[in-house]
């Protein structure tokens, strides 16, 4: 009877620890997908927290309108992002191929690829990330040596969404996939709770 019941056991928490495997593994192909960028921690066995390298750069991105090329531009001056796993909307993950050179609009020719990979990601309807935003001019404006959060103005700030980018777009888009796999996993295991 000891023995049955040690198996049944075992077998009822081998899904568990299985997800709990799978999301640990996950969450170590986003950091080493995303370690030219800045870092990733895990903060418990769900949340991670992102710290891009700072300055955030500018993103441009060109569009077709009209016949005429638009430019559209973001800038995420984000010291850190905590990211519950469950709550990233994982459809909504995507990836667009940015110009991050101040002179890319002088340059620009019609079907020019851009030179970053940025990654996209947005919450559930409802749910947003805390971050910790800062100033980018002030940032860009400081002098060498060691500096305090508030001499560039770090502040909390929520958001619904985020970029992220990627020098690589090979690395970007495995950070991706890791990222998406890690998302249904975090779910799957708090169900299991």
Same mark, same amino acid.
């Given at each position: 009877?000891?023995?049955?019941?040690?198996?049944?056991?075992?077998?009822?928490?081998?899904? %568990?620890?299985?997800?709990?495997?799978?999301?640990? =593994?996950?969450?170590?192909?986003? $950091?080493?997908?995303?370690?030219? =960028?800045? =870092?990733?921690?895990?903060?418990?066995? /769900?949340?991670?927290?992102?710290? *891009? #390298?700072?300055?955030?750069?500018?993103?441009?991105? *060109?569009?077709?309108?009209? &016949?005429?090329?638009?430019?559209?531009?973001?800038?995420? !001056?984000?010291?850190?992002?905590?990211? !519950?796993?469950?709550?990233?909307?994982? /459809?909504?993950?995507?990836?667009?191929?940015?110009? $991050?050179? *101040?002179?890319?609009?002088?340059?620009?020719?019609?079907?020019?690829?851009?030179? /970053? $990979?940025?990654?996209?990601?947005?919450?559930?309807?409802?749910?947003?990330?805390? /971050?910790?935003?800062?100033?980018?001019? #002030?940032?860009?404006?400081? &002098?060498?040596?060691?500096?305090?959060?508030?001499?560039? &103005?770090? =502040? *909390?700030?929520?958001?619904?969404?985020?970029?992220?980018?990627?020098?690589?777009?090979?690395? %970007?888009?495995?950070?991706?996939? %890791?990222?998406? %796999?890690?998302?249904?996993?975090?779910?799957?295991?708090?169900?299991?709770?």
């Amino acid at each position: 009877m000891k023995k049955f019941l040690l198996l049944l056991l075992g077998v009822s928490f081998a899904p %568990a620890c299985g997800v709990a495997q799978d999301l640990a =593994s996950s969450v170590q192909a986003m $950091t080493a997908a995303y370690s030219e =960028s800045g =870092s990733i921690v895990a903060l418990d066995a /769900t949340t991670i927290l992102i710290q *891009p #390298k700072m300055p955030a750069p500018v993103c441009a991105v *060109p569009r077709q309108t009209g &016949g005429k090329t638009a430019w559209s531009y973001y800038a995420f !001056p984000l010291a850190s992002i905590t990211v !519950p796993l469950a709550i990233v909307d994982e /459809t909504l993950i995507g990836q667009d191929v940015v110009f $991050t050179d *101040p002179d890319a609009i002088k340059s620009y020719k019609a079907g020019a690829v851009g030179d /970053t $990979t940025m990654v996209i990601i947005a919450g559930v309807p409802g749910k947003q990330f805390h /971050t910790m935003a800062y100033n980018r001019d #002030k940032f860009l404006h400081l &002098g060498p040596g060691p500096h305090s959060a508030s001499d560039y &103005g770090e =502040s *909390p700030d929520d958001t619904e969404a985020f970029g992220l980018t990627f020098a690589d777009r090979a690395e %970007a888009q495995r950070f991706a996939a %890791a990222l998406k %796999a890690a998302v249904i996993l975090a779910r799957a295991q708090m169900a299991a709770r």
